[in-house]
């Protein structure tokens, strides 16, 4: 083949959740147009610049391209010098052995960003590798993203990544909370060329209604935008979940036989009223009480809610409440509702469901989920002495210097890196091990068809609502008492 023949590729955006469809044309080594494949049947020709700067990282002459390895040059003065793939592998795997050998497992700490989620071989490699390092201190970005919505899963359906999905194409009514998939083009919900979905639910009649403190580009399209006082979207929530058991609009249909606890729920609310919720959230409690009934009336309709609702005080008691909306008003696992999803490769089965709790980190006692603490309490044990300090940290695909709570506090001992810059966090690397850019190997998304759009399967597991209920409001009001004395 001649360097100047063109020769057109499909793939997929591995860069974020909406898994664009591509058409790459090269000639020999360069790349010479990047754009949105018109005959993917889920993108259907939509991409965002990310998609065609893939190119710049491509070409980029600051990307690593060989392993670097830290070199002190004078007192307190270090450089990273290029090195062999085979002295780098060695330096490495020596590292990790000895830290094992002199400290124990849990001295190796590791972290990985989110776009190991979107690279087959991290995903199915790392889980590999730690396989055999069972160390307690692995972190990762779940903890400041979506765990609230692993945790519900979990109790709720059975599985962390039993992961509802709205219906927006066919859907009549979607209440949103703490979500903008006009900029994020969807979060645990796979939905390139999101706009058009949105504009078009709105043509066939088809309401969205958006609960945010901000005017976000998604507000701005809504049918109606509600500002809501930042973190009581759970007050939201509750009450509307009192309403839908106080006028009798309680009805799980498909889902009846699957569900138990019902009742719990409704007995939990009794006295979350919408004057209640209006004092605290700022929404009328008319609002309220007209959303909870435009809902039950819904031909089809989805309560969905991300970010927003998720990485704040009452994350999980948020998520818990969306899912009890999409189940006693019929629309869970129901066309134009929530969906399961059927995806090609089936993680759902092909891994464990996930736990919380079995353990704690040494030093604040946080919770351990998947056996991952959080975030939060990286710093902690690194900077912690005692048996299961961290002394080698391996981090891969992120930067969590820059992106994690007590970033700064993690410039210390950070010693094997993967990652094709030097940022803020492998800037600290002993060595740096920079992987193949994105163009230069090949690509297959086998986490996040997990959260698109599939075939819905008739729900054949047990779904539990009730009796996390008084658990979790009931902490919920512990909680308020304490930080509102006078409430
Ligand atoms: S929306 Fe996401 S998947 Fe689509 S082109 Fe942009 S970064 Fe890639």
Redesign the pocket.
């Known amino acids: 083949m001649s360097d100047n023949e063109t020769v057109t590729h499909h793939r997929?955006?591995?860069?974020?959740?909406?898994?664009?469809g591509?058409v790459i044309q090269t000639e020999g080594e360069r790349v010479v147009d990047i754009r949105?494949d018109r005959a993917d049947p889920l993108?259907r020709g939509?991409?965002?610049?990310?998609?065609?700067a893939?190119q710049d990282i491509h070409e980029d002459p600051d990307r690593l391209r060989k392993p670097l390895k830290r070199v002190r040059s004078a007192p307190g003065v270090y450089h990273h010098e290029a090195i062999e793939w085979g002295e780098a592998f060695d330096l490495a795997a020596d590292a990790l052995a000895t830290t094992i050998r002199d400290h124990g497992v849990d001295a190796v700490g590791a972290y990985f960003g989110n776009p190991a989620v979107h690279n087959y071989g991290m995903l199915t490699h790392q889980r590999n590798l730690f396989r055999h390092i069972r160390t307690r201190n692995r972190f990762s970005a779940t903890s400041v993203d979506q765990l609230p919505h692993h945790l519900v899963s979990l109790w709720c359906f059975g599985h962390m990544l039993l992961q509802p999905i709205p219906d927006v194409d066919r859907t009549h009514y979607f209440l949103m909370l703490g979500a903008n998939p006009l900029a994020s083009?969807?979060s645990l919900w796979t939905v390139?060329d999101v706009r058009r979905r949105l504009k078009d639910l709105r043509a066939r009649g088809g309401k969205l209604v958006v609960i945010d403190p901000r005017r976000t580009e998604t507000a701005e399209m809504a049918s109606e935008h509600h500002f809501i006082k930042p973190g009581t979207d759970a007050t939201f929530l509750l009450a509307m979940i009192h309403v839908l058991f106080r006028d009798g609009l309680v009805d799980p249909g498909a889902m009846t036989s699957h569900t138990d606890g019902v009742d719990e729920v409704g007995a939990a609310v009794t006295e979350l009223t919408p004057q209640w919720a209006e004092e605290r959230t700022g929404i009328a409690a008319a609002d309220i009480e007209r959303i909870a009934h435009e809902m039950a009336a819904a031909e089809a309709g989805i309560c969905y809610g991300r970010m927003g609702v998720s990485t704040q005080a009452y994350g999980a008691l948020c998520q818990w409440a969306i899912q009890v909306i999409n189940v006693v008003t019929g629309n869970l696992d129901k066309p134009g509702g929530s969906l399961f999803t059927a995806p090609a490769m089936d993680q759902v089965a092909n891994t464990s469901p996930g736990g919380f709790a079995r353990f704690t980190s040494r030093k604040r006692g946080l919770p351990e989920f998947n056996y991952e603490l959080p975030a939060a309490a990286m710093a902690d044990e690194i900077r912690t002495p005692g048996e299961g300090q961290i002394k080698l940290m391996v981090t891969g695909a992120g930067n969590p210097v820059l992106s994690t709570p007590n970033g700064q506090a993690l410039d210390a001992s950070i010693t094997k890196d993967i990652d094709f810059y030097i940022n803020e966090t492998t800037r600290h690397a002993d060595i740096i091990l920079p992987p193949t850019s994105a163009l230069e190997h090949d690509h297959y998304d086998i986490a996040f068809p997990i959260a698109g759009f599939a075939i819905p399967p008739v729900t054949s597991f047990p779904i539990s609502m009730g009796p996390m209920a008084p658990f979790m409001i009931g902490r919920y009001f512990r909680n308020l008492e304490s930080v509102l004395p006078n409430d």
């Open positions: 997929v955006c591995h860069l974020c959740e909406a898994m664009c591509l949105g993108s939509h991409i965002c610049p990310k998609a065609v893939l083009n969807g390139p």
